[in-house]
C-alpha cells in the first residue's frame, strides 16, 4: 500500500512539474490565442496579456486553463462563434469577449462548452453578443460572477444569456444578465443551483426552465423583464428567498407555472408585477412565507391545479389576491395575512376569528370580460363583491382561509 502511494505522489508530481505558464501578447513569441492553444501541453496555463485579440472559432480541446491579465479583450469581428470547449478540466477567467457573429441557422455563442465535464467559466464581461455562454451536454461544471449585456432587440434575433441544454450538474452563481432574450435558459437540464443572479430587462424571460428536474434557484433578483421567471414541465423544483419585481405587460407576470409538480416556493417577494404567479396545470406545490405585494393579482389559477397548499403568506395590498376561472378548488389556503381582512379576533390569539374568502366576483368578471377593469374602484363593484362573498354563485364556495392571521407575518 505505502509503495502505491508513493508512486502515486510521484507521477502526480511528475505531472506538476511538466505543466507550464504560456504568455499571449502582441511583443510575446506567441501573439495568437489559437497559436498559444495548439503549442500547450496538457494542464498548461496560457496567460493573455492586455490588449485586442481579433479572433473566432477558437477551440480548446485539452484541459487548459486560460487568464485574461487586466481584462483582455477577444473581438469575434461578428463572423461567428468565439471560443468553443471541447475537453474536460478548462478553466476560463478573466475575459472581455465582444462582437459574436449572428446567425438564423447557428446558435453562435461567445462560449461554448459542448460534451466537457468539470469546467470553471469566471470573470468574464461579455457584450455584443448573440448567445453568451451555452452549455451543451456539458456536466459538473460553474458558471461564475460573469457580466453579460446584449443588445437585443426582437426576440427572433436575439438568443440567450447563459444557457443550458442536456447538462447537469451545474452551478450558475453571482452572474449579471441584461438585455437579452432569456437571461438564463434551461432544457433537459437536471440538478443544478442558480443562486444570487441578477437578471433583468431582458426580453422575454429573467429564468426560463423547460423539462428540468431536481433543480433549485435561490436568492435571485428577476427585474423589468417581459416576464419574470417561468417554469414549465418540470418537477421538484425549489425556489427560495427570490425577487421577482416590476414585470410589467399586457401578458406578464412574476412567475409562470405550468405542468409543474412537487416543487417548493418558499420566502420569495412578489412586487409590482402585473401576475405575481400565473398557474395552469400545476400539483402538490408548497407556497410558503411568500410575501405579494402591490401587484394586479397576486395568484391566478388558469385550471387542472390540486392539492397545493399556501400558507404563512402575506397577501399586501394587490388589486386582486386570488383569481380563479372556475368553480372548483381543490387547494388550500391557511394561516395567511390578508391586508383585505376586516374580521375580528376577540380572543388575541392573532388569528381571525371570521374566515377570509380572498376571491372577489369582479375578478371573476374582469377574466371573462378583460374591458370592465376600468370599474376597479367603483361603488358598484364593491357591492357586487360583498353580495357574492356572503352568498358565492360563481367562484369556490370552498376557497377559504379559515385562520387568517390579523398581522403581517414577520420571519
Not at 510521484?10 to 505531472?15: A, I, L, P
Not at 497559436?35 to 485579440?53: F, L, M, Q
Not at 374566515?355 to 377574466?367: A, C, D, E, G, T
Request: charged share 20%; proline share 2%.
Amino acid at each position: 500500500m505505502a509503495k502505491s502511494f508513493l508512486f502515486l505522489l510521484v507521477m502526480t508530481m511528475t505531472c506538476f512539474s511538466y505543466a507550464q505558464k504560456i504568455n499571449v501578447c502582441e511583443t510575446c513569441p506567441i501573439s495568437s490565442i489559437k497559436k498559444a492553444i495548439s503549442e500547450a501541453n496538457n494542464s498548461d496555463t496560457i496567460i493573455i496579456k492586455k490588449g485586442t485579440y481579433k479572433e473566432h472559432n477558437i477551440l480548446i480541446d485539452k484541459p487548459l486553463t486560460l487568464i485574461g491579465e487586466n481584462y483582455p479583450t477577444i473581438d469575434g469581428e461578428m463572423k461567428g462563434e468565439v471560443l468553443t470547449i471541447v475537453a474536460d478540466h478548462v478553466t476560463v477567467d478573466g475575459l472581455f469577449i465582444k462582437n459574436v457573429g449572428t446567425s438564423y441557422t447557428e446558435d453562435y455563442a461567445a462560449i461554448r462548452v459542448k460534451r466537457s465535464n468539470n469546467f470553471l467559466i469566471q470573470n468574464l464581461v461579455l457584450e455584443k453578443l448573440f448567445f453568451g455562454i451555452y452549455l451543451e451536454k456539458a456536466n459538473n461544471g460553474r458558471v461564475f460572477h460573469n457580466k453579460i449585456i446584449g443588445n437585443a432587440e426582437e426576440e427572433y434575433n436575439s438568443g440567450n444569456g447563459i444557457q443550458l441544454w442536456y447538462s447537469n450538474y451545474i452551478e450558475i452563481e453571482h452572474n449579471y444578465i441584461e438585455q437579452v432574450r432569456d437571461g438564463i435558459y434551461l432544457e433537459f437540464a437536471n440538478n443544478c443551483t442558480i443562486k444570487n443572479n441578477i437578471s433583468a430587462k431582458n426580453l422575454r424571460y429573467g429564468l426560463h426552465f423547460m423539462f428540468s428536474n431536481n433543480d433549485t434557484y435561490q436568492n435571485n433578483t428577476f427585474e423589468d423583464n417581459g416576464a419574470g421567471v417561468a417554469v414549465m414541465f418540470s418537477k421538484n423544483i425549489k425556489m427560495l428567498d427570490n425577487v421577482f419585481q416590476k414585470n410589467w405587460g399586457t401578458a406578464s407576470y412574476g412567475l409562470l407555472l405550468k405542468e409543474i409538480n412537487d416543487a417548493e416556493i418558499t420566502r420569495n417577494t412578489f412586487s409590482k408585477n402585473t401576475i405575481a404567479i400565473n398557474i395552469e396545470g400545476s400539483n402538490r406545490i408548497n407556497y410558503t412565507n411568500n410575501n405579494f405585494k402591490n401587484n394586479g393579482w397576486a395568484i391566478k389559477v388558469r385550471g387542472a391545479c390540486y392539492n397545493n397548499y399556501f400558507t404563512k403568506n402575506n397577501f399586501l395590498y394587490n388589486s386582486f389576491d386570488i383569481s380563479y376561472n372556475s368553480k372548483v378548488n381543490d387547494n388550500k389556503f391557511d394561516k395567511n395575512y390578508w391586508s383585505n381582512y376586516t374580521g375580528y379576533d376577540l380572543n388575541k390569539d392573532g388569528i381571525g376569528d371570521v374566515p377570509y374568502r380572498p376571491i372577489k366576483l369582479f375578478s371573476y368578471i374582469v377574466n371573462k370580460t378583460p374591458e370592465t377593469i376600468i370599474l376597479l374602484r367603483s361603488l358598484f363593484i364593491d357591492i357586487i363583491d360583498f353580495s357574492e362573498k356572503v352568498s358565492p354563485i360563481f367562484t369556490p364556495d370552498n376557497l377559504l382561509d379559515n385562520n387568517p392571521y390579523v398581522k403581517q407575518i414577520e420571519w
